[in-house]
């Protein structure tokens, strides 16, 4: 096995040694720095707090939540970090998007995350202080797990174990103790799918709350003492399961039965208890295979749907008759990277005009919202609004069609905005710190009704037994400039809509446990009549101009689609409340369990104790409780009277705010990987790889080496600089290769030298498109050792290109979308060089997704180059065949050694599958593949010899054609003298780490010609 490892590691890097492929593969989606940051920071004792300008209070807020959580985290977990954890706060999700700290794209719904080597926990603020909080919370968790895991090095990681459900559970568990949503979603789960024991199987978003499900039983069966020991055994053993069966005397199989048997006693109950949706009301979209039908908006007639949907992979706005028939898409993936970025699906951005003409809705575009206006029959784009806000988000259009409200944030705060169509003036209507969410138009246009958060008072110590604040409806008045609670209730109501008349407004109610529809009085609210009783939750609804029917999004059976209840005002369920859940009933009065307690070991049984060692200061945890609106109780954890026998040394309350300090750039290290060893053929070597970063990871420093002792004869040497901070990306670099090369075809030894550097400039325009220019300069000798030409080459050459990549991934390549690029490359003549050439090249990709299983993928490749100056030749040329990364790759030897010394300079032209390596050689090239990818194998499993598992191998058919040719060739050198091919089959297989692929292809002429198959292994993502 070792042997077939250091085999496929040598041929992989042999690959790496050939030419670059033809256009180089740099496609992938930009991060853009839309606005310039300038960073200033808070210095408190375990913690600093790193913000940007214009966030108004959040800094302060934010230190006072960071202060209790952490003073509740290194209790529970008896832990303090050795230095104070960075904290990146953002003002808006679109500049959090925009972050460097981490190199990968992040998507809208991403609410934050903790980066692993330098423990920085990264948050966006949404408008929501009451989220913010919860986010913090939840991320320093994640803190205090990686730092007592890895304590500083990632060497540390070797031996741990900490599966994601217990990663994300302990944190939402810790931040949220158990709470409604996530009884809602685990309720849906367990009546419409399956839940597995904690295990990798527990995967995804279920995850979070089956993970955070868990772990609440486990601290309902015991007591907070006996769950605080379990964390910290975790901290000294680094194996989740090691330390939940030692503490709970059970392993884990056995707990999680035990788990899985309350989940069923809980929640199957509530299927013969509620309503079926069906016997009220119509699916519109509940046949369609997509997950995400959310926001429907009635229109003005009642005749026309209009919704946010994933139908089509890319989130679009589907219109609809009220059966569901699609009438109009608008967006899509043409749409993005030219007019907009993306949708804000998740905000409740879109309205109809008066006339069902036209809607409005928010898009992205630039890194801010604007609100894009477009005709409804055509979706051309009418009017676009942009609110000079951080944010804009909860749409609605008067009736009258001369007013927009939306809710908009500016300097961390979120208030109700006024848009005047006309006069192109913005008013600020609900100007306070609470969090506001879904103005909605009265019908005379008089009032807004929306949904308000009383934050003023939010708690500020965790699980103190105080609430997380709820929710209520509230009504502005816009001609006396006031407005008045129509709810005040310890239940979270939201997302309100008035009715025809403007006498009643329909809402979303968690008042028995899970999110109904209720219809209240506008002039005497109070006695809410519930609308729904299902087992999933309702949400956004919208009540139709005309009164005919109420539309709305039920999330059922683990995706969201859109329903229409007809006639709502007769299928009212009276007056009575609904019957509560189990989860309802236990917070209503805690006597009443939610999980049975089961019986635990004593707590002298456990010797997690013994290993925590006392030490002196105050064990009390102090916290401050808030002021505002009494909610109902969470399942927050409580510290019990037991849990402080042992004292632990806690930070005292600190209630001053550290002063502001600029932020000053430091360097610390991202990663350093070394290795040393001595051959008695080589002598001692050595190899090292380190990054090294700022905070932001707006600045990056790489350097990596690989010498012997005798650096004249063998040292490879490379260095680089970014700099991302702003809207253009620089990069310089430098490299020293000098080392023994073996050219694998004939037995021939080289002694190599390769010297130069680099400068990139990279120019964003969304992040679909950017221009890249490059400059470059390269010293080339080769010093043939056995047999073989002596080369030497001194080139100076620059590129311009522009790139556009707007797909969608799949499991092993692209599923749909669009990739295109043309660059060009300039060696000019000059006197201290030994090549001049100009090139020019084109790469256009197509990915259709059929039936949401099968993809057809087309691609085209053009490429041409012609010397310059004196030379007679071009020293830039095309090889066609074979394919990427292809690890038992053959190469036509003749061809390689006619071109050795162009292939510096040159570029590889796959796939052309059939042929190998150099089999076609040119300065002109022309490559057309088609490929069919469909779902082929769904699992192959083995135990022996090796235990392995492997999901999802997709098949392919493919068709191949290409040439390349020389200038003179022929009578016409525009157009290829002859067309070589390639068709066949392939498998291709996710292994989580890499792509691997397996083809096999018959060579064609097209000419009654060919030849035997050839089999390709290779690794990476399909083209």
């Known amino acids: 096995m070792r042997t077939l490892i250091l085999l496929i590691a040598a041929a992989i890097l042999t690959i790496l040694t050939l030419p670059s492929p033809a256009v180089p593969d740099d496609f992938g989606k930009n991060k853009v720095q839309y606005r310039y940051l300038d960073w200033s920071c808070l210095k408190a004792p375990r913690y600093t707090l790193y913000y940007h300008q214009d966030q108004g209070r959040l800094p302060e807020l934010s230190c006072i939540w960071l202060d209790d959580v952490y003073r509740d985290l290194s209790y529970r977990f008896r832990f303090r970090h050795s230095t104070p954890v960075p904290v990146v706060l953002y003002e808006s999700p679109a500049l959090f998007e925009q972050t460097n700290i981490i190199t990968e794209l992040l998507p809208e719904e991403v609410g934050g995350f903790t980066e692993i080597f330098k423990n920085r926990v990264v948050i ?138 309350e989940l069923r006693r809980i929640y ?26 959310v926001y429907p908006r009635a229109s003005p007639d009642g005749k026309r749907i209009a919704f946010f949907s994933d139908r089509h992979d890319y989130t679009r706005i589907i219109i609809t008759d009220t059966a569901g028939k699609e009438l109009r898409r608008i967006g899509g993936e043409h749409s993005f990277g030219n007019s907009f970025e993306s949708f804000r699906p998740m905000d409740g951005a879109i309205a109809w005009s008066p006339d069902g003409k036209q809607l409005a809705f928010v898009a992205k575009k630039g890194g801010k919202d604007e609100i894009r206006i477009v005709d409804a029959a055509t979706a051309r784009t009418r009017r676009t609004v942009r609110p000079p806000l951080t944010s804009t988000g909860g749409l609605d259009w008067s009736r009258d069609g001369n007013l927009l409200t939306f809710v908009g944030m500016s300097y961390g705060q979120t208030d109700i905005y006024l848009y005047n169509l ?89 008042r028995n446990g ?300 692209p599923l749909a979308g669009i990739r295109a690029s043309a660059s060009t490359q300039l060696a000019p003549p000059l006197t201290f060089t030994d090549e001049a050439y100009i090139s020019g090249d084109i790469d256009i990709r197509h990915y259709t997704h059929i039936f949401k299983r099968y993809v057809w993928a087309n691609r085209l490749v053009l490429g041409a180059s012609a010397g310059l100056g004196d030379s007679a030749h071009t020293a830039r040329r095309y090889f066609l065949g074979g394919s990427e990364n292809w690890f038992n790759y053959g190469v036509n030897a003749e061809n390689y050694d006619k071109n050795i010394g162009y292939s510096y300079y040159s570029s590889l032209v796959s796939p052309l599958r059939g042929w190998n390596y150099f089999d076609i050689t040119g300065d002109r090239a022309l490559l057309m593949n088609t490929e069919f990818r469909f779902p082929f194998i769904r699992e192959v499993s083995t135990v022996w010899p090796i235990p392995m598992q492997i999901k999802y191998i997709n098949g392919a058919l493919f068709f191949d054609a290409g040439y390349a040719w020389t200038g003179g060739d022929g009578d016409n050198n525009i157009l290829p003298p002859k067309i070589a091919g390639g068709y066949g089959f392939g498998m291709r297989a996710n292994l989580g780490i890499f792509v691997l692929r397996y083809d096999r292809g018959w060579p064609t002429d097209f000419r009654g010609g060919g030849g035997a198959p050839i089999n390709y292994f290779s690794l990476g993502a399909e083209f």
């Open 124 to 261: 966006p603020h949404n408008g929501s202080l009451a989220d913010l909080r919860h986010v913090l919370h939840h991320e320093f968790v994640h803190a205090f797990v990686f730092g007592m895991v890895y304590g500083g090095s990632i060497l540390r990681a070797a031996g741990a174990q900490v599966p994601l459900w217990f990663n994300e559970g302990l944190a939402e568990l810790l931040s949220s103790g158990w709470e409604r949503q996530a009884d809602m979603f685990m309720l849906d789960r367990m009546l419409n799918s399956t839940v597995p024991p904690p295990s990798p199987a527990l995967d995804g978003y279920l995850a979070y709350k089956g993970g955070q499900s868990f772990l609440y039983y486990l601290h309902s069966t015991g007591t907070d003492s006996l769950f605080n020991r379990m964390l910290i055994e975790f901290k000294l053993t680094r194996s989740a399961e090691a330390a939940i069966e030692r503490v709970y005397a059970k392993n884990m199989e056995e707990l999680g039965k035990d788990w899985l048997r």
């Open 268 to 293: 199957w109950p509530e299927a013969g208890r509620r309503v079926n949706p069906e016997t009220q009301a119509s699916p519109v979209t509940a046949k369609e295979r997509s997950r995400a039908n």
């Open 422 to 510: 006309a006069s192109d003036e913005l008013t600020v209507l609900v100007d306070t710190y609470e969090s506001k969410d879904s103005p909605r138009f009265s019908p005379d246009g008089n009032k807004i009704i929306f949904a308000t958060t009383d934050t003023a008072g939010l708690y500020s110590g965790p699980f103190s037994g105080v609430p997380r604040p709820t929710s209520d409806i509230a009504v502005y008045d816009i001609r006396d400039g006031g407005y008045r609670l129509l709810t005040e209730t310890e239940w979270n109501d939201k997302q309100p809509a008035f009715s025809l008349d403007g006498s009643q407004f329909v809402f979303v109610s968690d």
């Open 514 to 813: 899970i999110d109904n529809l209720y219809i209240d009085s506008v002039d005497n609210p109070g006695k809410p009549r519930p609308l729904t009783d299902y087992t999933g939750k309702c949400a956004n609804p919208d009540w139709a101009a005309d009164g005919s029917a109420i539309v709305f999004d039920l999330f059922m059976n683990q995706s969201w689609n859109i329903w229409r209840l007809a006639k709502p005002l007769e299928k009212t369920l009276g007056d009575t409340a609904l019957a509560p859940t189990v989860w309802a009933r236990h917070e209503a009065d805690t006597s009443i369990p939610f999980f049975k307690r089961a019986a635990v070991p004593a707590k002298d049984s456990v010797g997690v104790g013994d290993s925590v060692k006392a030490a002196d200061g105050n064990a009390v945890r102090p916290y401050r409780s808030g002021d505002g609106k009494a909610g109902r109780r969470r399942g927050g954890i409580k510290d019990s009277e037991d849990a402080r026998e042992r004292p632990f040394a806690v930070d005292a309350p600190n209630d001053s705010i550290p002063p502001s300090e600029r932020y000053t750039l430091r360097f610390t290290p991202d990663l350093v990987i070394f290795g040393l060893g001595v051959s008695t053929y080589s002598g001692a070597s050595g190899q090292a790889l380190a990054t090294f970063s700022d905070i932001m990871g707006d600045h990056r420093v790489t350097l990596a080496g690989d010498l012997q002792v005798d650096i004249g004869d063998y040292a490879q040497i490379f260095a680089s600089y970014e700099y991302l901070k702003r809207r253009v990306n620089m990069m310089a670099g430098g490299f020293y290769y000098k080392y023994y090369s073996y050219d694998g075809l004939g037995s021939r030894y080289f002694h190599d030298l390769e010297t130069g550097g680099i400068l990139g400039l990279s120019y964003p325009f969304s992040v679909f498109s950017r221009t890249d220019l490059n400059l470059s300069g390269r010293y080339i000798r080769r010093e043939p050792l056995t047999g073989g030409t002596a080369l030497e080459r001194n080139a100076l050459s620059a590129s311009l290109g522009y790139s556009f990549d707007n797909i969608l991934w799949g499991l092993t390549g």
